[in-house]
């Protein structure tokens, strides 16, 4: 290799190969490969594209292909490219030439779209069960702490006394959203390519929806063209999971506030902190800088693969094979995020009495105040300024609402009376009596109504899952094999 | 200002006020702010919470606040900081300190996620409706070129015969797709927050789901401090243009290539091309041009949301208030790269007999001479092989596949008889018959599949804007007002 | 326009117009356009390629539009696209058609890029001299506050004590990086392209040297086809720009902690925060709060430039213009950031006890015990044990390490003696007496240090706004003008 | 684990541990963790802080350990965390609780910050000498197709003819900013962190600037508590592989375009192409469409960075460790990309017919018949306004500009004479005979100009290397190990 001056380090036949294979990381997708192709040799025999005997004679082959690798007995190597090229070989290895005949009315572009569909459905399922996990411990803990009250923040400063609970909550709604997102998602993952050949359909009479029966799609791709340059359900797996690590980092950043000893509501359980090498006494949120760290994580991701998809004619172009590692990688984050996250508000400890004391100091309940002029006739733009004053006054003679004198008041505005004093915390709390608001019987309902919610997405989620144990391979379906569990 | 060394161009006071204002962007969300606030001051007289001559006289006044700001007789200035002091500023010149009630029971953190969410279900509207605008010209052409055969690539390589209607209909498959997205988003943007205050909820006795019905939403929020500081609406609207706007910029690359010298498929109208002011010949694709360069613009826009929610504690903190340029920016260029594709697919030509002697070259045909093998019992593997070694065979000979011998096919497997010259690339493109496929009778069927998924689509925005016209405001509720038309 | 379906709000010429036109935004290059004309024609004249008296009067009616533009006499309409045109029809209507010849030996393409060199090294300029005003800021504040002792976190975790200072200082240290960077990407914005013609140079006998030297450029162009398809000049800024604001946002994150009531360590003064439109208590440090959530913004304006860039085939393409305001929005975002930053630390106050007691508390002291140990003989792996031992010991007992009888130190380890209650955060701090470290001393050499950076910081631009101010404009040539000062 | 429902896949403690180890990745600074340990300890002894004997033997240790490592014999385990505990625990099994005494005067936040910064020195210089290579390779074929005449595009329109050698040096002109930038690069990266402690410096009498002159460091931190938390040095590399990948974006687009049947004017070796499951004629350019598709992973592997950093507040936080593997895939990336571009470049052959055929027609000398008439006295923009009349005439009666007869010249001007045919594509390329244009003089000027600028890189990475050769251990200090070569 003269020509370019012996720089390499390697054979470029080597080197091409290493950067081109892709078997490194889609060996991911080597169940759903043979899962798809048990289904499409089987459409071929029964559609007489190739012989029935040799059919069943193929998917006894793959699924002794399936055995060898479930027992870790399949070679990987780069010279074998891809998963495909894997399991064709080994097939080939052990049935002949026939091996030859499952190809047929297929190609590499719309066999890898199958898989990864295939594959990112479940977990689809699997984000949304972690999703409803934590969406549950949240409400475990809102309905055990229902009885705690928290400052509410605006700009993080302490804005008004809220429930703990309520703020909990705020995260399940955000989750929610999230599971939505997912779940829609779904409908346009779930969806089978195969029968776009290379890009123009096949000519063999493939009956498509038996192998979208089969396989437990909801339909089948519309346009082959399309179904051989799609990506956009890969990029709203990414965009979906981008939103919620945002969620996760805000909860995480809270994590790591309310753990520092100048808020001190929280303590995590000593199995999500870790200590210093150098500082003997530290006890470290490692486990939510993370989650908060691993959110730029996923938005390097999504935008990888929007920036890979920009401008691309159509229709399968080489640049689509780096939509994998991006979308193994997110789902490899986003699901032990929401797992430990579960876990460590599960076991943290929350220090109420703090809570409380800082609901009720640094004037949060000013707008109360400002309320309670309003109900006497007070316009409220004016009664805001009015009770600015009596904020101001408070700070320059060391008082607090609680303890200012009557007089002081009064020197306000005439219509304060002694029933000023009753303004506190609960009663705060008690007055935002409305759908939505932190009154403790709205977030009683809320919690209830967020139990229901939970309880429908598991059901969807089960529903799929149960579909999809009765496809035709008859080993475990797998799930999504995330090595985080 | 000597303190930090008199180096600042002007005031201090003045360079926060800068800073900090939004009127230079909010003002476009002027007549969403008032329409909420004459419900919103209609519920607090219907509730008794002001009087209700108080609060007819404030919405009379919001009406006059209005029609000013529709004649341009609203002065904006930066010490009025947002589009919500303007109009509560205007309000009391015009009728005085009972303005001052209009704030009660609302925070300006619940109102600027109202008159967003109130704009933004509008924007949807838009934006299905242009991409409905587009892909009924893709149908319309696909109608017309309903006979013109192209090459369809793989890696930009030409790989088999395709319908041009074919090419078309796959990226009317992307923007219905993009519909959808964007019609599932209008769910979660079409939820009312006001209510939430400034994040705990409010002590009156506030009537919700009158204001909702009376601002055609579909639902309350359900958490307060949650609808404070969601930003997920704008997120999902941004992810959605964005994947809509890599679909553009593979329209706009295919426009580019096909208007080269060298593909010249394709010539824009005049209208669409500009000229150089150095060289007199030139007629360059600049609107294609700057659709796919505009792709980064929205990417940049996206990330930038996500960037700003990532690691925000609860509830509202002021970084959000840099969500609005990225959302209007976006809008501001979907829309018009929309309407500007769809104008140029109108009324380019295209060069039949360029793409039909493309669609014929290159061998575009080997992979039906393989299939020919198949159907003559010969495994695809094998067949793959063998038609390899013809396609060589022509290149070392000078030959087309077809004009190739007999004797030479036959030297390659005997299999082969003069039928073989019946490949060609009709034939070809017929034998693509399956759904999805490109054989003309399926292409007819997609083509008309996809008009009535268009004409679904406009229903339901048409449903959409029925409802909206209904409104309290008599005048009209406008549209997102996109400066480009 | 009935062809597409008489949707448009427009004629398809207005909205080509609208869509391609760049005047709204590049007319902030008029001066610069301007200025490379004049010294263009000059040049031309010298050489012969247009005789020396149409030169003369090229220039002067040159100057004479400079001059209707800074009396904002020039009307600015989409028809005519760009600043060129601009500038050109101005010309011709004062000059007549002598001002055709002005665009002889150059194009569009390395005008723009000439112009946005031009305005770009401006902006660098000033860049760094509000890098070094906000650097002077925190050596200003670090000189005042040598004898504060906060507490140094790691993981927001109190860890161990160090000068308030040395904190400041560390940012310093940050900013320093950055104004390297943007001193060295000036050296490659600072080249000449003109010459470059539309992409393969102009067949005229040009001096570029001569263009070079009086327009104050440090080298020229060496490859006209990347001359006009190069924006890494621009790039470089953004990514400079985009590290600069991460810093800034670290400090904004600081800020807005900091002025929490759960830390109290800092107070701003009234003019950096505003208030609430509920809350009449909130002070709220939005400033800190937007600098923060712009951060995302910039990001986004860097994405965006990379994103136009990738696979853009040479030379030009009209992509490329999409760089401009995102490089305007990022300048007028990050100068008036460093500015407020600057302001708002220079007019906060400190509560140093507050401080220096957080510094003392939660066992920041432990890493020093475990020295004291390792200083007696043991391995510091084992002193960090027994120190973490102590800290349990603590713990338990309801102790401080300060007041923690000796016996239970002894118990831990015989080696304790009285003399380790001579540990205190003064000593911490004193003792970490190694360049770089928090020891009084060390902190005021660093100071020293850093303030002769500051200073050659200073000169560096200072001599290159000289060479600049000789350019053959006599009009000032203005800084970046940007709309916040 | 009852407590947050058994739904997790394995233990908490199991979970958090695979969530924050980082030896999966960290282990790719085993070497460099074990040198800066030599040095540390080494400096330890001189100084007395450990007894000179003692740090003897730890030295021995740490070769040891080393030598295990090289040979394969370490046991990687997630409950070890990370490197620094790895070689720790394996030093510790060799010489005993003596171990312990390495950690001395030091913290895992320095050193983290110290081993990267030892490889990440190294990676530049891997880095500039691939893109040598590639410079080197472009100036090759430069010199080899000097005679070759393209078609220069705007806008992916023929333009103007130029040498082909031109259009390859633009390249070598972005590639020489790239090294540039990461040579600027190194000089920040080239500091050694050791001695900041966990973040505050350390109490021992340390001495920095002999570990500094011991590892090949050019400066020392100044000031500790950015020394722990800067990652600006990361970034950095990231920014200017991002700006890197942009430019090999653009020659992989290139390729992509030259390589197809339209355009046919290069054709690469088989060892860079590959070829087709389906389509037995396919040669589809892989490796420059995967070059062209990882340009979106490094930029999200930018932004991934940036993200981490924005809002951290000092000092160390664990979100930092997010840093590496992002840093690690884009040297990956990058040096293959660089290697594989110059191994297909090397080996490409150039249809110059063709390119000469393309570079003659469609009116790509319009400017030189413009630039015939300004030198006949016509005000440029009239001559342009001529010339596309011309070009106009020749459209509408089938006519090149070559074969226009005379009389239609001279009806559009008559300055025209016989002349006019004298301009054809050499004489064209040789007219633009200034520094940057394409005369093949000046080419080969720039070309002879190039080639010393890759001198001075190569000499300079040597002189760095050399320097690195002469560290304290006696092994290899390795290249970065890319698994790409």
């Not at 012989?51 to 074998?80: M, N, S, W, Y």
């Amino acid at each position: 290799m003269r020509l370019w001056g012996g720089r390499f380090s390697g054979e470029p036949d080597r080197l091409v190969q290493e950067f081109t294979q892709s078997i490194d990381f889609d060996r991911r997708l080597f169940h759903h490969d043979i899962l798809g192709s048990i289904v499409h040799c089987r459409m071929l025999g029964r559609q007489g594209i190739i012989p029935p005997e040799e059919a069943a004679q193929i998917e006894a082959g793959l699924r002794q292909v399936e055995e060898d690798f479930q027992k870790g007995q399949i070679q990987f190597a780069h010279a074998l490219e891809d998963v495909h090229t894997h399991v064709e070989a080994r097939l080939r290895e052990l049935i002949g030439p026939v091996a030859g005949k499952l190809h047929t009315a297929r190609s590499r572009n719309d066999q890898v779209a199958l898989d990864l569909r295939l594959f990112l459905r479940e977990a689809v399922l699997d984000t949304i069960d972690r999703l409803a996990d934590l969406q549950e411990t949240l409400c475990n803990r809102a309905d055990e702490w229902q009885d705690i009250i928290a400052p509410g923040y605006t700009h993080l400063q302490r804005a008004q006394p809220v429930l703990l609970a309520h703020h909990l909550l705020a995260y399940h709604e955000m989750l929610r959203r999230d599971a939505e997102r997912f779940q829609e998602a779904f409908a346009r993952i779930n969806v089978l390519p195969l029968g776009a050949g290379a890009l123009a359909g096949v000519p063999y009479p493939i009956d498509r929806e038996f192998v979208a029966t089969q396989l437990g799609f909801d339909s089948i791709s519309r346009n082959s063209m399309d179904a051989v340059s799609d990506r956009d359900f890969v990029v709203e797996y990414l965009s979906a999971a981008a939103l919620a690590m945002a969620h996760l980092s805000r909860l995480g950043e809270e994590i790591v506030l309310w753990t520092t000893s100048e808020f001190g509501y929280l303590e995590l359980s000593d199995a999500f902190t870790t200590g210093s090498s150098l500082m003997p006494q530290k006890k470290n949120p490692d486990v939510a800088e993370l989650i908060r760290g691993k959110t730029g994580r996923i938005y390097g991701h999504l935008l990888h693969v929007l920036v890979l998809l920009k401008g691309l004619p159509l229709t399968y172009n080489r640049d689509l094979q780096e939509d994998k590692e991006a979308l193994f990688d997110t789902i490899d984050t986003l699901l032990p995020s929401l797992t430990l996250l579960s876990a460590m508000l599960a076991t943290a400890r929350v220090n109420a009495e703090r809570l409380a004391a800082a609901a009720a100091s640094g004037f949060t309940l000013a707008t109360d105040v400002a309320d309670y002029l309003v109900a006497r006739g007070v316009p409220f733009r004016e009664a805001h300024t009015l009770t600015g004053r009596l904020v101001q006054r408070c700070l320059a003679t060391g008082h607090t609402l609680a303890d200012l004198p009557l007089e002081e008041y009064r020197a306000i505005s005439p219509l304060f009376d002694s029933d000023v004093y009753r303004i506190d915390t609960w009663a705060s709390i008690r007055a935002r009596d409305i759908p939505g608001g932190t009154a403790p019987g709205r977030v009683r309902a809320a919690l209830q109504e967020a139990r229901q919610a939970i309880a429908a997405c598991r059901a969807w989620t089960a529903g799929q899952r149960e579909r999809f144990a009765r496809l035709p391979d008859h080993t475990d379906a797998g799930s999504v094999r995330s090595p985080h569990g």
